[in-house]
């Protein structure tokens, strides 16, 4: 099946909604031709991300049951445009006072990391489709320092569940459809730091995400990130705090895309590649793909950098030729990976292809 993708890169200015929305109105005005069949925006692509704590992420909080500005966006994009949406955003989610995992302050207030009222937090991309309707909710599992900074929990379901989306091969903007036309793609979502070990003290070759992502049989794979660029001074611990913020000011970055990064996800993608120290067979005939979607974003938060590097990776399971000679590398070179679009790891721009799911 083909479907036509958007991947939308910029830099999210924190707390600074509509600003962003119209950076990302911008970028699809661009587009030529018909209208993508997906959009993916990353993760806190609205709202910006380094918020410094609960207390400051607060008034951006929404759900499910109560949009706001980065649910209320993809809504209305879905809907005018009929096209899938996938956003994230900052999740507040109401828990019950009686549920046991939940201390009580003494007060009759609910307090979790911080969180008061029984009013939790969760890193969630919500997905969209064709009509407007909100179909799926994922909550982020792996964490990074910054979820936490802000009260964030991890996400309850920890199975990695991947959902069908249902592209609809037939009318390629009309409704759901069903039966052989309904274009049904099984997709799993991650977000940034599921791509990592667990806390980055689970074993590197567990791949906890992508091996899930192998076995659940996922062929579209969409990860809305956040991902620091390599020589972001936040995470250089020799430096003083006043040392990492004058080093980010000062901090120029290629416009080229980073080749670094984008190999080191294909790495963390493993499971879907094949090489000689591979245990894992590949269950799709050479003539499919397994799609993977990572929109990252651009820019400067404080002393945060990130390493923007969007991109498609389709793992192709293509058979050696005498060429090839074993499927031996981790990059890019291996040729069961193609690399099928790349951004600039610190401009912002669009991504647009059609490719086979």
């Not at 207390?55 to 009929?82: M, Q, V």
Request: charged fraction near 25%; glycine fraction near 8%.
């Amino acid at each position: 099946m083909k479907l036509k993708v958007a991947i939308v890169q910029i830099n999210s200015l924190l707390g600074h909604s509509q600003q962003n929305i119209t950076k990302i109105n911008h970028l699809l005005s661009t587009i030529n031709g018909r209208f993508p069949d997906l959009v993916v925006l990353s993760e806190l692509a609205i709202t910006g991300y380094n918020f410094s704590s609960a207390t400051h992420l607060r008034p951006f909080l929404e759900s499910p049951y109560k949009y706001g500005a980065s649910l209320d966006f993809a809504h209305e994009l879905s809907l005018k445009h009929r096209c899938f949406t996938v956003v994230g955003y900052p999740e507040g989610a109401h828990l019950e006072k009686s549920k046991g995992n939940v201390g009580n302050s003494g007060g009759g207030d609910v307090v979790v990391d911080g969180v008061v009222d029984g009013e939790v937090i969760y890193n969630s991309c919500a997905v969209f489709n064709r009509t407007g309707e909100l179909i799926y909710n994922y909550r982020k599992t792996f964490l990074y320092e910054t979820d936490e900074k802000w009260g964030c929990l991890e996400n309850p379901e920890k199975g990695f569940t991947p959902i069908p989306l249902k592209f609809n091969t037939k009318d390629t903007k009309g409704g759901d459809g069903d039966g052989a036309n309904n274009g049904e793609v099984l997709t799993n979502f991650g977000i940034c730091m599921d791509l990592n070990p667990y806390k980055f003290e689970a074993p590197f070759n567990k791949f906890e995400f992508s091996a899930k992502c192998y076995h659940n049989k996922a062929k579209l794979i969409i990860c809305p990130m956040a991902w620091l660029s390599s020589q972001s001074p936040s995470i250089k611990t020799e430096l003083t705090q006043e040392e990492k913020l004058d080093q980010a000011t000062q901090l120029k970055l290629s416009s080229d895309p980073c080749n670094e990064t984008i190999n080191y996800w294909i790495l963390r993608f493993f499971p879907f590649l094949k090489h000689k120290y591979s245990f894992f067979p590949k269950w799709w005939p050479s003539r499919d793909k397994v799609s993977v979607l990572i929109c990252n974003r651009v820019g400067k938060e404080d002393d945060v950098v990130y390493g923007g590097s969007s991109c498609i990776l389709q793992f192709n399971n293509k058979e050696a030729s005498t060429s090839d000679g074993d499927y031996d590398a981790i990059d890019e070179s291996n040729p069961s990976v193609d690399v099928v679009g790349r951004l600039s790891q610190n401009e912002e721009g669009i991504l647009v292809k059609e490719i086979d799911v």
